[in-house]
């Protein structure tokens, strides 16, 4: 009944519903979390993202894996600390590799010293996240070791300093 009901007001889009949503995301039902955080992700506001917020450390690898659809479907640069933190330690790596990805998406600088941090780390799939991640960001041929774009992030920094 509450997985239906969380679905509906999803579906309905009414903003009125996400206290509810969020209170049905704290629950025990894993099916109703789920269900929550997927109706979470059609709304576009803060209260939405403060929903979502928790159930990026949810001991449930489903409902981590439904946040990030959820978060996905946002364009507020909030998103862009959420998707970080997943990506920085959720304990599973296909996880931690699809929130980098969606890091990338939002093309914002502020990202690239969290990517080129990332190849830092000993998480393979990371750091090729993150490598792929800064491929796309900046067009860059660099390879996988952490100095030459750290070199690049640098220089371009003090160009865009310099940017009127």
């Known amino acids: 009944?509450?997985?239906?009901?969380?679905y509906a007001?999803?579906?309905?889009?009414?903003?009125?519903g996400i206290p509810f949503l969020a209170a049905a995301?704290?629950?025990?039902?894993?099916e109703v979390v789920r269900a929550a955080a997927q109706a979470l992700g059609m709304f576009r506001t803060s209260d939405a993202l403060q929903g979502l917020k928790p159930l990026t450390a949810h001991p449930s690898p489903e409902v981590r894996s439904e946040?990030?659809?959820?978060?996905?479907?946002?364009?507020?640069?909030a998103v862009v600390d959420l998707l970080k933190a997943m990506?920085?330690?959720?304990?599973?790596?296909e996880i931690r590799s699809a929130a980098m990805t969606q890091v990338a998406r939002f093309k914002d600088a502020s990202v690239v010293p969290f990517l080129i941090e990332q190849l830092r780390g000993r998480d393979p799939a990371n750091r090729q996240s993150a490598l792929d991640a800064l491929h796309l960001l900046s067009g860059q041929p660099f390879g996988p070791r952490p100095e030459p774009w750290s070199r690049w992030w640098e220089e371009t920094r003090k160009q865009l300093a310099s940017r009127p």
């Not at 009944?1 to 969380?6: H, P, R, S, V």
């Open 25 to 30: 995301a704290r629950g025990q039902d894993i």
């Open 9 to 16: 007001l999803g579906a309905l889009r009414d903003a009125g």
């Open 87 to 93: 990506a920085a330690s959720d304990p599973l790596p």
């Open 1 to 6: 009944m509450l997985t239906g009901t969380c």
């Open 67 to 77: 946040v990030l659809s959820a978060l996905q479907l946002q364009d507020d640069p």
